[in-house]
């Protein structure tokens, strides 16, 4: 069992309602703090993070604030960037709205000229998942766990709104921290593609909805290893696009 743990980089751009891909354009650094805070309790066995900046910057704030695992090592991968917006790169989400609505096209599934598809941006999050797992199964391998073994599933409970929801009885918990519209699309793929199950509570239109200024998201996954090969055998989420931390 792997315990997923997704969260939206911070940026200034995203306050103020600008899209930002390929090019990093600033960034405030308070619901960063405020993450790293909220998460300061709670056990990373490995952190995986987007090789741009804004990325880098709110992943070495959570971990420097965690009290468990300050000296882990952050890997950068660039499966994990944000979506390329093409030609709206820089403007206005109003813009890209209006590009959109011109096109005949709900806005999530519109893609600018010169800019990502949705298609393009799933191919790169199946690539993060290979490197990741692969990546878990040999720094835990003296986790590994037979067929039998059966560790309690939390996803069935009720969530008590706290930093560990999902965390009990987990041996191997990774941070990912990405980017919004990236972090959109994998929901899209976990829910429709893997066919994901919708946590308790979860009202439809929220499972796809863009994730906040360092949003979190929890999965619990469990993968099943075949003659040195890994593979996703189930996939449950905690919680999506949580912002407990950020409230005021």
């Keep these: 069992l792997l315990l997923f743990s997704f969260t939206s980089g911070e940026t200034q751009c995203n306050k103020d309602g600008l899209l930002q891909g390929k090019f990093f354009l600033g960034r405030n650094t308070l619901s960063s703090e405020a993450a790293g805070q909220y998460l300061r309790d709670v056990k990373f066995t490995n952190v995986f993070v987007s090789n741009m900046k804004r990325a880098k910057q709110t992943a070495e704030i959570i971990v420097r604030n965690n009290r468990t695992c300050h000296d882990i090592e952050l890997v950068a991968d660039p499966s994990l960037k944000e979506r390329s917006f093409g030609i709206a790169e820089g403007g206005r989400v109003i813009e890209m709205k209006n590009m959109a609505k011109a096109a005949g096209q709900p806005l999530p599934e519109f ?134 931390h950020i409230k005021s």
């Design 111 to 244: 893609t600018p000229p010169e800019g990502e598809t949705m298609e393009q941006v799933k191919v790169r999050i199946k690539d993060f998942l290979e490197v990741m797992f692969q990546r878990i199964a040999s720094d835990h391998q003296d986790k590994i766990q037979d067929a039998e073994t059966s560790i309690p599933d939390e996803t069935d409970r009720a969530l008590a709104g706290l930093p560990d929801d999902g965390v009990l009885n987990v041996p191997v918990h990774a941070l990912v921290v990405g980017h919004g519209a990236y972090m959109s699309i994998a929901m899209r793929y976990f829910f429709e593609d893997v066919k994901c199950p919708m946590p308790r509570g979860l009202d439809a239109a929220q499972q796809y909805s863009i994730c906040p200024n360092t949003g979190m998201c929890r999965f619990i996954i469990t993968l099943k290893c075949s003659n040195a090969d890994l593979a996703l055998s189930d996939l449950k989420c905690v919680f999506i696009n949580r912002r407990d």
